[in-house]
Every structure is written in structure tokens, then in C-alpha cells.
């Protein structure tokens, strides 16, 4: 395949020059290149505009132009043409000026080789290709940048300063563009989580992480307040080695209110759900239990009365019977009420679940507690507390396969620390994060309500640990 031919525009007024730099050209690349010569930069801009050329050589000084104001001609006319600039002058400080204005090269005159001139022509023509590539993936990212659905700025995190903003970042946060440049970062987030946030980017910084999300409240002019998650990724380093960061901001507001709504309605189907069970355990425990007791008193003594066989017998076994069902109806009415809790405490209530798993699955339990009483000043909290050791418990008896298990309670400085450990198979990381493990969802969801922290992690073969962080505002303790 025969390579297209290079067509330069040569803008020379010396005709002697003239003749030498084609004479050169035609040696150096033969019939790779045609040249078109005109001797003033009119007749030039003229040309440009009705022919195509790849390269532009051209004397700065011409009768109707003189130096850079040459170039800047040019590049106002052919913005897509290299230019190599010719000059008598062996001038470095004129070459970088010709360069800062846009030339690709400096040639002087009467140094010109076929190796020069080979090379000239060809990088020019590629260092413009590589130009103009960059040009447009500059105005794709610029078009992004404007018209893209998130908020999108560029900021320097240590000072706060702005660098650029997009219109859909302003918007979000109730800013113009030109009063957040001229703003630090941190001056658009509510006064109470400025703390928070200023931790959440020293954490970043120091760390040198690669990106990170915060979620942070937004206090716009209007007063009004939104939630923003901010996803940050460093973008470039510019002048005097400062970072610039590519923060995306997202308005989630209503995302946060209606979770918000949802964790009140889960805590509303739990009281109520916890009311029902309150009053159906009482039901079974006065109203069954009592009922079955006095028929097991009735048999006991039909027992005594009736010793004819086989009647007898049959009075005997319904008796166990009852008996049976007796404390079926306890273990019940205690499973759907902690009546332990009103009885014993919450400190006793947990006592009375680790000796009941000791007993009901024969695992060997220790309890280690530093506390010599636990509890809250809402008794709703300590229903969760107990809920939520009472499914450990659950699971452990399940699943582990453990024979020892260890409960201990300490008191932190800011919080009350349940922790408990098995020897069993240990839980994966699959387990633990699978939708369908509905009791650890519900274990998380209570710990939330109590402003605590839950954390569940296992060893292959080794063991499962759970840390339940009970905030110390919330216990009675702080008052002893």
C-alpha cells in the first residue's frame, strides 16, 4: 500500500532560502512530500483555508508579519496544523517563545540536514496528532464534567480549596459555582458533623487510601439541611506538589428518610411484637399453666382415690402427662416473655440464659463478669440486650458444633463490652454477610437501636467470637 503523500506549506519570503529548504525537503523525504510556497503570510491564511496541509513551515519574519505575532496568526487559522518555525536567529530564548506560542519546532536556518529535517517533519505532525487527541479527550471530560448527573468537584483536601465545580455540585448543595471557589470544602458541611468530617479525611489522608465514602449533613444557605455520601478518589497532582482530589457528591436525603422511616417502623413491629408475646406468655403461664396444675392436683389425688387397675394407671400416666406439659407451657411463656428480666435483672436474666444453655445442650459455659449490676434506664433496651444474647445462644446450639462456650462482661470507658466465644466450626465471612441470615439482621438491627455496635467473626475450626458495645449513657451504672 503506497503511504499518502505529506503536503507542506512552506511561508518563506527569501527566495534563496526558499529554493534550499525544498531542495532539502525533496533529498531528505523525495517523493514523500509536496510543497506549495507562498512568500507572505496573506497569501498563506489564504491557501489554509482552501487547501489541506499536515505541516507549516514558516520564516517569522515576512513582509506583512513579524516574529511570535507570525505563529499566533497561524494558529488562529490552522489550529490543526503543526507549525515548525525557520530563523537566521540561533536563538534559544526566541525557540522557547515560538514553542510557548504553539510551534512544534525551531529550525535554523543553514543547519538543516536530511536527518533534521526527516525528524522534524515527522514528530511535528505526530507531537499535533498526540495534541489534538488530547484536546478532545479534554472537551469529552469537560462535557462530562458539565453535564454529568452528579455533583462532581476537584478539590484540594488539606486547604479545602476548590480547584473546579461542576453546576449539578452547586445545585446540590445550594451554592453558585463562583461562591464555592472561592470557599474552603468543609464550610458547606453542618457545624455538628464537622468534626466527624474533618476525622474521616485526616483518616483518608493519613492512611493514603486509594478512594473512600462519607456520608455527612449539608447546611445549605436556605437553612435548609440535606445528607450527602461523598465518594473521593485522588485525581492529579498539579503545581507545588499539591493533591487534587475528584470528589462525587450524591444528594441522599430521601434514601436516609426512608431507612430512617423503616428502622422506626422495625422498632415499632418489635414493641408490638414484644407486647403480644408479653401477654400471650402470661396467658400461658396464669390462665394454661394454672388450669393444667389444678387438673395435675386433681389427678394426683383421683390417684389416691382410684387404685383399681387398669384405671389406675391411666390416671398415673396422665398425670405425667400434665406434668409434661406443665413445663412445656413454662419454657414457652418464658421463651416469649423474659419474665427473668422483671424477676432477676438484666445482669441475673443473662446468668439465667448462659446456666439454661448449659443445661438444655449439656456445652460447658463460664461467665466472667467484672459487674456487680447491669442495667438501663429503659427497659426496652435490656429486652434487646437479652434478645440479642438470647439468639447467640440460639445459633451457637444451632450451628457450632462447640462444647465450651465463654461469656464476659467488662466496663470500657465508654461503653459496657459483652463478649462471647465458642470452640465450634467457626462463622464464615459468607455467613455472616448472606441476606438470608435473618438472625444476624435482627441482632444488628437492635444493636442499632441501642446507638450500640455488634461484631461477629469466626476461625476455620477454631471458634466464633461476638462483641456486643453497650454505650455506658444508656446503663444505670454511670449513677453508682
Given at each position: 500500500?503506497?503511504?499518502?503523500?505529506?503536503?507542506i506549506?512552506?511561508?518563506?519570503?527569501n527566495?534563496?532560502?526558499?529554493?534550499?529548504?525544498?531542495?532539502?525537503?525533496?533529498?531528505?523525504?523525495?517523493?514523500?512530500?509536496?510543497?506549495?510556497?507562498?512568500?507572505?503570510?496573506?497569501?498563506?491564511?489564504?491557501?489554509?483555508?482552501?487547501?489541506?496541509?499536515?505541516?507549516?513551515?514558516?520564516?517569522?519574519?515576512?513582509?506583512?508579519?513579524?516574529?511570535?505575532a507570525?505563529?499566533?496568526?497561524?494558529?488562529?487559522?490552522?489550529?490543526?496544523?503543526?507549525?515548525?518555525?525557520?530563523?537566521?536567529?540561533?536563538?534559544?530564548?526566541?525557540?522557547?517563545?515560538?514553542?510557548?506560542?504553539?510551534?512544534?519546532?525551531?529550525?535554523?536556518?543553514?543547519?538543516?540536514?536530511?536527518?533534521?529535517?526527516?525528524?522534524?517533519?515527522?514528530?511535528?505532525?505526530?507531537?499535533?496528532?498526540?495534541?489534538?487527541?488530547?484536546?478532545?479527550?479534554?472537551?469529552?471530560?469537560?462535557?462530562?464534567?458539565?453535564?454529568?448527573p452528579?455533583?462532581?468537584?476537584?478539590?484540594?483536601l488539606?486547604?479545602?480549596?476548590?480547584?473546579?465545580?461542576?453546576?449539578?455540585?452547586?445545585?446540590?448543595?445550594?451554592?453558585?459555582?463562583?461562591?464555592?471557589?472561592n470557599?474552603?470544602h468543609?464550610?458547606?458541611?453542618h457545624?455538628?458533623?464537622?468534626?466527624?468530617?474533618?476525622?474521616?479525611?485526616?483518616?483518608?489522608?493519613?492512611?493514603?487510601?486509594?478512594?473512600?465514602?462519607?456520608?455527612?449533613?449539608?447546611?445549605?444557605?436556605?437553612?435548609?439541611?440535606?445528607?450527602?455520601?461523598?465518594?473521593?478518589?485522588?485525581?492529579?497532582?498539579?503545581?507545588?506538589?499539591?493533591?487534587?482530589?475528584?470528589c462525587?457528591?450524591?444528594?441522599?436525603?430521601?434514601?436516609?428518610?426512608?431507612?430512617?422511616?423503616?428502622?422506626?417502623?422495625?422498632?415499632?413491629?418489635?414493641?408490638?411484637r414484644?407486647?403480644?408475646?408479653?401477654?400471650?406468655?402470661?396467658?400461658?403461664?396464669?390462665?394454661?399453666?394454672?388450669?393444667?396444675?389444678?387438673?395435675?392436683?386433681?389427678?394426683?389425688?383421683?390417684?389416691?382415690?382410684?387404685?383399681?387397675?387398669?384405671?389406675?394407671?391411666?390416671?398415673?400416666?396422665?398425670?405425667?402427662?400434665?406434668?409434661?406439659?406443665?413445663?412445656?407451657?413454662?419454657?414457652?411463656?418464658?421463651?416469649?416473655?423474659?419474665?427473668?428480666?422483671?424477676?432477676?435483672?438484666?445482669?441475673?436474666?443473662?446468668?439465667?440464659?448462659?446456666?439454661?444453655?448449659?443445661?438444655?445442650?449439656?456445652?460447658?459455659?463460664?461467665?466472667?463478669?467484672?459487674?456487680?449490676?447491669?442495667?438501663?434506664?429503659?427497659?426496652?433496651?435490656?429486652?434487646?440486650?437479652?434478645?440479642?444474647?438470647?439468639?447467640?445462644?440460639?445459633?451457637?446450639?444451632?450451628?457450632?458444633?462447640?462444647?465450651?462456650?465463654?461469656?464476659?462482661?467488662?466496663?470500657?470507658?465508654?461503653?459496657?463490652?459483652?463478649?462471647?466465644?465458642?470452640?465450634?466450626?467457626?462463622?464464615?465471612?459468607?455467613?455472616?454477610?448472606?441476606?438470608?441470615?435473618?438472625?444476624?439482621?435482627?441482632?444488628?438491627?437492635?444493636?442499632?437501636?441501642?446507638?450500640?455496635?455488634?461484631?461477629?467473626?469466626?476461625?476455620?475450626?477454631?471458634?466464633?467470637?461476638?462483641?456486643?458495645?453497650?454505650?455506658?449513657?444508656?446503663?444505670?451504672l454511670?449513677?453508682?
Amino acid at each position: 500500500m503506497i503511504a499518502p503523500k505529506i503536503h507542506i506549506l512552506l511561508i518563506e519570503d527569501n527566495e534563496t532560502d526558499a529554493i534550499l529548504v525544498q531542495s532539502d525537503l525533496q533529498y531528505a523525504m523525495g517523493d514523500q512530500v509536496t510543497v506549495t510556497h507562498v512568500e507572505r503570510l496573506s497569501s498563506a491564511l489564504v491557501l489554509i483555508h482552501k487547501e489541506s496541509f499536515d505541516l507549516i513551515l514558516s520564516d517569522l519574519t515576512l513582509p506583512d508579519s513579524d516574529g511570535i505575532a507570525t505563529i499566533n496568526q497561524l494558529r488562529e487559522h490552522a489550529a490543526g496544523i503543526p507549525i515548525a518555525v525557520l530563523s537566521f536567529r540561533d536563538d534559544e530564548k526566541l525557540a522557547i517563545k515560538a514553542i510557548k506560542a504553539g510551534a512544534q519546532d525551531y529550525l535554523v536556518k543553514g543547519s538543516l540536514t536530511e536527518g533534521v529535517l526527516a525528524r522534524v517533519i515527522r514528530y511535528s505532525i505526530e507531537r499535533q496528532r498526540i495534541e489534538e487527541s488530547n484536546r478532545k479527550a479534554q472537551n469529552r471530560f469537560q462535557t462530562i464534567f458539565e453535564k454529568a448527573p452528579l455533583g462532581i468537584a476537584l478539590v484540594n483536601l488539606k486547604t479545602g480549596k476548590y480547584y473546579d465545580v461542576n453546576p449539578k455540585y452547586a445545585s446540590i448543595v445550594g451554592r453558585r459555582v463562583e461562591e464555592l471557589i472561592n470557599i474552603s470544602h468543609a464550610d458547606i458541611i453542618h457545624p455538628d458533623d464537622l468534626q466527624s468530617y474533618y476525622y474521616d479525611i485526616e483518616l483518608f489522608l493519613v492512611n493514603d487510601l486509594a478512594d473512600c465514602k462519607i456520608k455527612k449533613r449539608v447546611l445549605r444557605q436556605d437553612t435548609s439541611v440535606i445528607w450527602i455520601e461523598i465518594s473521593i478518589v485522588q485525581f492529579e497532582v498539579i503545581a507545588n506538589d499539591e493533591i487534587c482530589y475528584l470528589c462525587m457528591i450524591e444528594d441522599i436525603t430521601e434514601h436516609k428518610q426512608m431507612v430512617e422511616n423503616l428502622r422506626r417502623l422495625a422498632v415499632h413491629l418489635q414493641d408490638v411484637r414484644e407486647e403480644e408475646r408479653t401477654r400471650i406468655g402470661r396467658e400461658i403461664h396464669d390462665v394454661l399453666g394454672g388450669t393444667l396444675a389444678v387438673l395435675r392436683m386433681d389427678l394426683d389425688w383421683l390417684s389416691k382415690k382410684i387404685i383399681a387397675e387398669p384405671i389406675h394407671e391411666r390416671i398415673k400416666l396422665l398425670y405425667q402427662l400434665t406434668g409434661e406439659a406443665i413445663d412445656t407451657a413454662r419454657r414457652v411463656s418464658v421463651n416469649l416473655r423474659p419474665n427473668v428480666l422483671d424477676n432477676l435483672g438484666l445482669l441475673g436474666a443473662i446468668e439465667w440464659l448462659v446456666r439454661e444453655l448449659e443445661q438444655r445442650t449439656n456445652i460447658v459455659c463460664t461467665l466472667e463478669s467484672a459487674l456487680s449490676d447491669l442495667s438501663c434506664h429503659d427497659k426496652n433496651y435490656e429486652t434487646n440486650i437479652f434478645r440479642i444474647i438470647q439468639e447467640v445462644f440460639i445459633n451457637i446450639a444451632r450451628h457450632s458444633h462447640a462444647n465450651k462456650v465463654d461469656v464476659e462482661l467488662v466496663e470500657g470507658e465508654d461503653d459496657i463490652v459483652i463478649t462471647i466465644k465458642d470452640n465450634g466450626v467457626g462463622i464464615t465471612e459468607s455467613q455472616i454477610l448472606n441476606p438470608q441470615s435473618f438472625g444476624i439482621i435482627g441482632m444488628n438491627e437492635r444493636t442499632q437501636q441501642l446507638g450500640g455496635k455488634f461484631e461477629i467473626s469466626g476461625t476455620p475450626l477454631q471458634g466464633s467470637v461476638v462483641i456486643l458495645r453497650i454505650p455506658l449513657a444508656l446503663t444505670a451504672l454511670q449513677e453508682n
